[in-house]
C-alpha cells in the first residue's frame, strides 16, 4: 500500500531551503517593491506610478482640460485594468486626492462632485464623481506623442505605459509627496511653480550655484491651504541643505473689531493637513476642560472659505496672549516635518538637497528635449523626402499621369522612371510607352506619397505651398542640428520652456500666487494661569471618599454640607480661584489640580481620581494650596522623612511628581508645612521625641532620614513649632494645651524619645 502512494519521505531538493534565506529573500523583494513601486516618488516628475497611470489612462480617455467630464469609476476602472493591477478603492482614493485643492498645491485633476472637503469628510463614491485632466496635469504630459520618454510593457504586456511622464515644471516641489516604505519614508511639502521656475532657471546660468543662494527664490514651502510660515531662516535653509528638517507652521488670524470694546479672533487659514472639524473639537475640549481660562467659545462660521470664530472670556484679554496659548495646546500650530526622499533616475533612493532635486529635474528636462528634438528630426527628413517626391511630380506632372493611367504597377514605374529627362504627355493610350527598368530617382516613401496625392492638390498654388514648406522645415531642421550639437542652446531653450511655465502657471494663473506668508514669529511670554483667571473666593470640599468641589465665596468652615450616603467631610479650607491645590497621596506622590478646574458647589462634586491619576489603592493624605516659597516637612508611617521646598512638589501632569519613595506596606502619611526651629515626632507607643529642625536634611526626592527608632509599631504623626513657644495640642476636652518645659523629651534625632505628657491626645496626633 505504502508503494502506491506517490509522497516521498524527504521533501524535493529544490525545496529544501533555509528559513532565513527564504524570508530574506523574500521580505527584501517586497520592501524594493514597496520602495520603487508605491511609496517613494520620482525626482524626476515627482510622481508615483499610481498617479502617472492615473493620468496617462485620462489621456488615453482623452479628458483633455477643455473637453468633458467622465465617471471616476470609468477611470479608476481602465487604470486597473490596464496599468495599476490593484485595489481600485485605493486608485480612486490617489486619483481623488489628486483632485482636492485643499491637499494639492496645484490640482491634476479637475474634479466634479463631491471630492471631500478641509473638515476632513471622505469623497463620494467613484460612482457618484466625474473627472478630467486640468492644465497643469496636460503640462506634466506634454511630449509623450514626441517619444520624449521611454515606455514599458504593462503589467500582462498587453499596452505599454510611460516609465516616466516629460513634466514641464518641477512636480516633486510643486505638489511635494509624502509616503512610508520599508525602512524609509518621505515627507515632501509643496512649493510655488513660479518661485521653482526662478531658482531652475538661477541654477541653470550658475550651475554651481550654493544651496542658500537658491533660497533667494524659493524662500520656504507654499502650501495649498495658506498659514504663515514662522520657521527661522537658519533652520530652513539647514533643512533645504541636507534634505531633513522642519518648519513651523501657524494659522492666519485677525482680529476683528465688534464695537463697545468687544472684539473677537477671525481664523482665515489653518496649517496644511489639519482637519477643521477635528481643530474645531479640540479647541472645544480645551474650553470645557478650563485649560485656557481666558478662552470663552469657538464656533465654524465657514462657508467656501475659512471662517473659525475665536471668542475671549473677556474684552480685556490680550489677543496675542490667547493665541499664544492656542498655538502651544491645539493644531492652530504644527511641524511639518521634511524628509527629501526620492527615486533618483527612478532606480536609486537618496535623500536630497533641494539643490540636488532641481538638479535631477534639469538633467529630465535636457534628456526629454533631446529626444523631441531627435524625433522632430526624424519627421522633417520624412516630410523632406515626401515633399522632394511631390515637387519632382509637380515638375513632371503629365508623365506622373500617364504613368498613373496606363501602367500596371505605377508604384514601381514611378520608382523606375528618370526624373532628369524631360517627358512629353502622351495624348493617347497607344502612344504611352512604359519607362525602361533602371535607377529612378524617386524613393518608395516618395512614390507611395504620389499615388496617395490628391486630385485637388494638382494645382499650381500647391507647388508654391510644396517650395515654401521645403524651405521653412530645412530652416527648422538646421536649428534642430544646431541644437543637438550645442548644449548652451539646449539650457537656452529650456530656460524659454521655463519663462513660458512661469507666465502660464504663474501669480497671473488662477491660485498661482504665493499662498504661505514668511514671518518673523513673535516671541510670547509664558504667562502664568493665575493671571488669566478672574482671582474669586472658594471654599474648596473634599469629602472621605474623595468627591471635591468649590463652593463660591469663603463660607463658614464648621458649616453642616450635604454629602452622598455614607460619606462625609474630611478636608475643607478656604482658597481662591487662582490658586493650585496640592494632593499628597499615600503612594508618595503630589499632585497638582488648579482650583478654577474644581467642580461647582451645587452639586456632590466629583471624584478626585478622575482629576488625576491617583490610584485606587492609594489614600488622600492631605490637600492644600501651593505657596511659593513655602517648606514641607514629609515623612512616612515608618518613621523617615525630610523637608522639601514645596515649589519642587508641583506636578505638570495628571501622574503627579513621586517625591516621598515608599515600599511594601509602608505608606506616606504626614506632609504639613515647616514653621520654626524644632520638629516634634510621636509613635504608635505614644513616645514624643523632640529635636531640632537642622537635622533634617533638605531633598528633592527621597526615603528620607529615621526621625525617631521604634521596637515595635511606627510612627503616629509629626510636626514642626518653634521651641521658644512651646509645642501644642488639643487635648480631649478640645482646649489647645500649650509645653514649654520639653528638656524631658528633647533628644538625638533617630533616638526612641519617652512617653507623652499627661494630657496628651489618645489619637496620638498634634492637631
Known sequence: MADDLDTPDTPPADLSEPLRRALGERYLTYALSTIMHRALPDARDGLKPVHRRILYAMRELRLSSTGGYRKSAKISGDVMGN?????????????????????????????????????????????????????????????????????????????????????????????????????MATNIP???????????????????????????????PDFPTGGVLVEPPENIATAYRTGRGSFRLRCKWEVEDLGRGQWQIVVTEIPYQVQKSKLIEKIAELIQTKKIPILADVRDESAEDVRMIIEPRSRSVD??????????????????????????????????????????????????????????????????????????????????????????????ALMREDWGKTHVRATDEKDYVSPAPGEGELSEVQAEAILNMRLRSLRRLEEMELLREQSDLMEE????????????????????????TKKQFGKDHEGGARRTLIEEAAEIEEVPIEAMIDREPITVVCSQMGWVRAMTGHIDLTRELKFKDGDGPRFIFHAETTDRLLVFGSNGRFYTVSASNLPGGRGMGEPLRLMVDLPNEAEIVTIFSHQAGRKLLVASDAGDGFVVPEDDVVAQTRSGKQVLNVRGDTRALVCKAVTGDSVAVVGENRKVLVFGLDE??????????????????????????????????????????????????????ASAGRMAPRGFPRDNRFT
Open 83 to 183: 496599468y495599476h493591477p490593484h485595489g481600485d478603492a485605493a486608485i480612486y482614493d490617489a486619483m481623488a486626492r489628486l483632485a482636492q485643492d485643499f491637499n494639492v498645491r496645484y490640482p491634476l485633476v479637475d474634479g466634479q462632485g463631491n471630492f471631500g472637503n478641509i473638515d476632513g469628510d471622505n469623497p463620494a463614491a467613484s460612482r457618484y464623481t466625474e473627472a478630467r485632466m486640468t492644465a497643469v496635469a496636460e503640462a506634466m504630459l506634454e511630449g509623450l506623442n514626441e517619444n520624449a520618454v521611454d515606455f514599458r510593457e504593462n503589467y500582462d504586456g498587453t499596452l505599454t505605459e510611460p516609465v516616466v511622464l516629460p513634466a514641464q515644471f518641477p512636480n516633486l516641489l510643486a505638489n511635494g509627496s509624502s509616503g512610508i516604505a520599508v525602512g
Open 190 to 220: 509643496p512649493h510655488n511653480i513660479a518661485e521653482l521656475c526662478d531658482a531652475c532657471i538661477h541654477l541653470i546660468k550658475s550651475p554651481d550655484a550654493r544651496d542658500d543662494t537658491l533660497l533667494k527664490y524659493v524662500p520656504g
Open 319 to 412: 489677543a496675542e496672549v490667547l493665541m499664544g496659548m492656542l498655538f502651544r495646546t491645539c493644531d492652530l500650530e504644527v511641524r511639518f516635518s521634511l524628509n527629501m526622499n526620492v527615486l533618483i533616475d527612478g532606480v536609486t533612493p537618496k535623500v536630497c538637497s533641494m539643490k540636488e532635486v532641481l538638479r535631477a529635474f534639469l538633467d529630465h528636462r535636457q534628456e526629454v528635449l533631446l529626444r523631441r528634438a531627435r524625433h522632430r528630426l526624424e519627421k522633417i527628413d520624412h516630410r523632406l523626402e515626401v515633399l522632394e517626391g511631390f515637387i519632382v511630380a509637380f515638375l513632371n506632372l503629365d508623365r506622373v499621369i500617364d504613368i498613373i493611367r496606363y501602367d500596371d504597377d505605377p508604384k514601381a
Open 477 to 500: 531642421r538646421a536649428h534642430l542640428e544646431d541644437l543637438l550639437e550645442n548644449p548652451g542652446l539646449q539650457w537656452e531653450t529650456i530656460t524659454t520652456q521655463l519663462r513660458e
Open 696 to 749: 533634617l536634611p533638605e531633598m528633592g526626592r527621597g526615603k528620607g532620614v529615621r526621625l525617631q527608632r521604634y521596637k515595635d509599631g511606627g510612627m503616629s504623626d509629626a510636626t514642626t513649632f518653634t521651641r521658644a513657644e512651646g509645642l501644642s495640642w488639643l487635648d480631649p476636652a478640645g482646649r489647645t494645651r500649650t509645653e514649654t518645659a520639653l528638656a524631658e523629651w528633647i533628644g538625638k534625632r
